[in-house]
């Protein structure tokens, strides 16, 4: 018998290709005491009913829930994209709008891919996000969404300048932006930060 929450998880890994036990929890157990414990069950339970696939990851050093198995090896940068999804949703964020590998172009083909772009409501607030992923260890170049923040406040129809959200481990002096920087560590220990 499928449950509600087995619907939440189908439902993430139909739209973004796969899920781990730690997003689980997140999107599905959050509110229980030992969501853990139940979401491993229940990804057990779903796995021997044959409605999803598991794979061990060595990258990730988890397993990854998925349907197709071209999903089932998501790169570093993938995960943390999830994650910071996943604990967004935990934090209680209404999802306005979330995509990944966000193309800013004009007509002059000035192009700048950013990794996230999202708009979210929690309580009565809403929230403008580009987020960056850092998993290598060259020089930043944040710089160039400065020229992008035009384009944003035509897409979203708003004058807030969204915020800089750095998904990364390593903390660095300066970031040459004019966008206000809130770094966020890879295990999302200090994602409240984003929000004061």
């Not at 036990?21 to 414990?37: E, F, H, K, R, W």
């Not at 966000?102 to 192009?111: L, P």
């Amino acid at each position: 018998m499928i449950t509600e929450r087995d619907r939440i998880i189908l439902k993430h890994i139909d739209e973004f290709g796969y899920i781990t036990l730690s997003q689980t929890v997140l999107i599905a157990y959050n509110t229980i005491g030992c969501g853990y414990d139940y979401a491993r069950r229940r990804m057990n339970t779903l796995k021997k009913q044959g409605s999803i696939k598991c794979h061990r990851s060595a990258i990730l050093n988890c397993n990854i829930y998925y349907f197709d198995d071209s999903k089932k090896n998501p790169s570093l940068h993938r995960h943390l994209s999830m994650e910071y999804y996943c604990k967004l949703i935990s934090l209680g964020a209404k999802i306005e709008y979330f995509n990944r590998e966000e193309i800013w172009a004009d007509k002059t083909e000035y192009r700048c891919i950013s990794d996230i772009v999202c708009s979210y409501i929690i309580g009565d607030t809403r929230f403008y996000n580009l987020v960056e992923i850092n998993v290598s260890n060259n020089k930043l170049k944040l710089e160039r969404f400065d020229k992008i923040i035009p384009y944003f406040k035509n897409k979203f129809l708003t004058n807030c300048i969204p915020n800089m959200i750095l998904i990364d481990d390593t903390i660095h002096k300066e970031y040459n932006t004019k966008l206000n920087v809130i770094r966020v560590n890879y295990d999302m220990s200090n994602i409240s930060e984003i929000f004061i």
